[in-house]
């Protein structure tokens, strides 16, 4: 019992070579590896992790794991139980500020890590969040309310229906703004399903989640917090947003348009990007400066349209050489009743593919047309191959991109079975989907390593 406590999760070579120093879980150590020396905390491990490996926490505030097979020695300086436990105050009221929302559907945006148990403790409740982000009750009134409980990837049509109604029961409520807690994964497709569910809202509905946990020095989650309830309490653009980190630094937030923007890199803190156009503005501890000025304005009034009529049987293919038809066969077979594709280039796939897409025709399954590029528009009339597509009842989507159009299909099949009805849908903007040009600054991507490049972004590297 006494290994249990002492050494819980390890096991093996790991458990082995802690007793072999006497350094129980919770004990700061000096570990003297083949590899250099590292000073940190000795953490508990999962029970299903590998034992090979002993998990300290740096000094700095990083987890590592060092390989016991490289340990030459270790020092114990002391031992102190770690417990993180948030912090709660009560939030104060102040009645000269606005009300906001603050919606959680799992993505939680202020968290620590329990590491006696592994789990993840949510700051949520006004209390918490104020405990652990006091800047917030110089913002705003804040209410929360926890809708769902699941990870990003688990977000579905029960979830996007169940986020679309509770916003616009709040805004019937007179709140000033609305904030949406989400995990970073799927935010993007939230954020486009939301932007067809809720039409003309007066308030700002703004999504935000966090790259890094709380518990971690570099952790994005309190400022992306502070810059999206100042957005939902102050901001004049009455939209749905993501409010994430700009550059890599701390300098400020991005809010991208619902309907435009992506998740770019997977452990990135400036991972969203707007994606064939540039973001609405910039935001701040101080301000929010607008980048351009065709948003979508705060109103005084309380209306807002909520339509969520949805079709679950639709997917998403993404094209790739040698593609077979037995893939949309599939779907046909099993009742989709709408299918997006990520073409190559303007919006193209092999001849093979050609028998699936007349039978889709014939099925009554309405199949659309985006690019894997991202960047760009669908251009189905230059080559033969995208017009025989058209012939063959394949529309194309302009410049939307392949997961606004999945989730932009399924929103518009719920609105009508007549195929006709849901190309109008499709092809008419509902809020930026699909923009007439693409700016020359909506297109940057730098290419590091070449000398020009190098010189530009070494004026703003930190």
Not at 282 to 301: A, F, G, H, N
Not at 327 to 333: A, G, L, T, V
């Amino acid at each position: 019992m006494a290994v249990d406590n002492d050494y819980k999760g390890y096991r093996g070579e790991a458990l082995t070579t802690l007793q072999k120093f006497s350094a129980l879980i919770w004990s700061d150590i000096e570990v003297l590896t083949a590899d250099g020396t590292y000073k940190g905390r000795v953490l508990p491990r999962s029970e299903t992790a590998d034992d090979k490996h002993i998990v300290i926490k740096l000094v700095s505030g990083y987890n590592i794991g060092i390989a016991s097979s490289r340990v030459l020695d270790i020092k114990v300086t002391g031992r102190k139980e770690a417990h993180y436990k948030i912090p709660e105050k009560e939030f104060p009221y102040d009645p000269r500020k606005p009300r906001v929302k603050l919606l959680g559907t799992g993505g939680t945006i202020a968290s620590r890590l329990d590491y006696r148990t592994g789990a993840v403790i949510p700051a949520f409740s006004p209390g918490e969040l104020y405990g652990s982000v006091p800047e917030l009750a110089d913002i705003c009134n804040l209410e929360t309310e926890k809708l769902y409980g699941v990870f990003s990837e688990n977000m579905g049509p029960e979830q996007w229906i169940g986020t679309a109604e509770a916003i616009g029961k709040e805004i019937e409520k007179g709140v000033q703004g609305i904030v949406i807690g989400h995990g970073t994964d799927t935010m993007h497709h939230t954020a486009a399903i939301l932007s067809f569910m809720v039409q003309n809202s007066p308030v700002p509905i703004v999504m935000v989640g966090s790259q890094r946990s709380s518990d971690r020095p570099s952790s994005d989650a309190a400022l992306n917090l502070m810059h999206s309830v100042k957005t939902a309490a102050e901001s004049d653009i009455a939209e749905v947003l993501v409010c994430m980190f700009g550059p890599t630094s701390d300098d400020y937030g991005l809010l991208h348009r619902g309907t435009r923007v992506r998740k770019m890199h997977s452990s990135y803190r400036s991972t969203f990007r707007t994606i064939g156009d540039i973001p609405i503005a910039m935001v701040s501890r101080e301000k929010i400066t607008p980048l351009r000025q065709d948003y979508k304005r705060r109103r005084r009034d309380n209306n807002v349209i909520i339509n969520t009529a949805f079709e679950e049987k639709v997917g998403i293919v993404y094209y790739y050489p040698n593609m077979k038809p037995d893939i949309i066969d599939s779907m046909i077979d099993n009742g989709y009743r709408g299918i997006v594709i990520a073409g190559t280039g303007l919006g193209h796939v092999n001849k093979p593919v050609y028998s699936a897409l007349k039978r889709a025709k014939e099925k009554n399954v309405a199949v659309y047309m985006t690019v894997q590029t991202l960047w760009g528009y669908v251009q189905m009339y230059v080559y033969d191959t995208g017009r025989d597509m058209m012939e063959l009842g394949v529309v194309p989507c302009a410049n939307m991109l392949p997961e606004v159009a999945y989730m932009k299909l399924g929103w518009a099949l719920g609105q009508s079975e007549d195929l006709e009805v849901v190309k109008k849908i499709m092809l008419t903007p509902v809020n930026g989907e699909i923009t007439e040009r693409e700016p020359s600054n909506g297109y940057l991507i730098l290419q590091g390593g070449i000398p020009e490049v190098e010189e530009f972004i070494s004026k703003y590297r930190k």
